[in-house]
């Protein structure tokens, strides 16, 4: 049946993660102690016990209220059985209930995108990618970005970026924690005098450049190449440059059945 998780079901929810995510165990600990809200978690009971669950967390586009939808898991046993599909039908009740226009979520990979369009989601919010690799010496200071800079600078760069999805607070705060404790660095740099940040994994070939803000991916994705040492970084974009090219990252569907609003998502919980 559909059910709001409750406290008491932690143990049982971290149990299904792992079965279907994986580890690290410390990750998930983190994310329960954390973030884990009941009214957010959406799942289906057998004999009182979740096999399905949808996380719905908060965000803003173009002043309405939406949902990133995150952690959706069906427990092997119980795979099969249209779960997810009831589940998401009820998560767009309980969403427009909440006010709520649009859902959003990040694919875990390209060949989940059809099935995702079959519930009425389509690709809403591309990214542009380019490798770069090492080149010369780049002047170029980095120092950590703190929450509250990184707060206040990714507010002024979604500002300029049309259909930027936002995450309000909390939940900016645990994406800010969790990235930094779990995914990599966010780091604060100066172009022509004008604050940016760039937030980067280190990935087994080099990094990945998740997000960075300053009008010259390039130049800053070298010169963090030559702080870590790496060889290659592959730089995410909010728009097109010279050498970039567009690949669909996240989809989107508005709960009235019209088309979702192009825009950009980034440092999501993907």
């Known amino acids: 049946m559909f059910d709001f998780a409750r406290p008491e079901d932690v143990?049982?929810?971290?149990?299904?993660?792992?079965s279907c995510f994986g580890g690290p165990r410390e990750y998930v600990?983190?994310?329960?102690?954390?973030?884990?809200?009941p009214e957010d978690t959406l799942v289906w009971r057998e004999g009182g016990r979740p096999v399905?669950?949808?996380?719905?967390?908060?965000v803003r586009q173009a002043g309405e209220d939406g949902a990133y939808v995150y952690a959706v898991a069906t427990s092997p046993e119980y795979r099969g059985r249209g779960l997810m599909t009831r589940l998401d039908a009820w998560?767009?009740?309980v969403l427009e209930q909440r006010g709520a226009k649009f859902s959003a979520l990040v694919p875990a990979g390209p060949?989940?995108?059809?099935?995702?369009?079959?519930?009425?989601?389509?690709?809403?919010y591309p990214v542009w990618v380019r490798e770069v690799r090492r080149a010369a010496k780049v002047p170029v200071?980095?120092?950590?970005?703190?929450?509250?800079e990184f707060r206040e600078l990714r507010r002024r760069f979604l500002f300029r970026v049309p259909g930027g999805v936002l995450h309000p607070e909390p939940e900016l705060r645990y994406v800010y924690d969790e990235f930094c404790r779990f995914s990599g660095d966010i780091l604060r740099y100066a172009?022509?005098?004008?604050?940016?940040?760039?937030?980067?994994?280190?990935?087994?070939?080099?990094?990945?450049?998740?997000?960075?803000?300053?009008?010259?991916?390039v130049a800053a994705a070298r010169a963090l190449l030559l702080r870590t040492g790496g060889e290659k970084a592959l730089v995410r974009y909010?728009?097109?440059?010279?050498?970039?090219?567009?690949?669909?990252?996240?989809?989107?569907?508005?709960?009235?059945?019209?088309?979702?609003?192009?825009g950009y998502m980034a440092l999501m919980l993907d």
């Open 11 to 18: 143990d049982a929810l971290k149990d299904l993660w792992l």
């Open 141 to 148: 200071e980095f120092t950590p970005c703190t929450y509250e």
């Open 238 to 262: 909010f728009k097109p440059l010279r050498g970039f090219r567009k690949v669909p990252f996240g989809m989107g569907r508005r709960l009235d059945g019209g088309n979702p609003a192009p």
């Open 52 to 58: 399905s669950m949808m996380t719905l967390m908060r």
């Open 91 to 93: 998560s767009r009740e």
């Open 191 to 217: 172009e022509e005098g004008r604050p940016c940040y760039a937030a980067y994994t280190r990935e087994k070939d080099g990094l990945l450049i998740r997000e960075v803000t300053g009008s010259d991916p």
């Open 111 to 124: 060949e989940l995108f059809p099935m995702y369009q079959g519930l009425g989601y389509r690709a809403a």
């Open 29 to 37: 600990d983190f994310y329960y102690s954390r973030r884990f809200l």
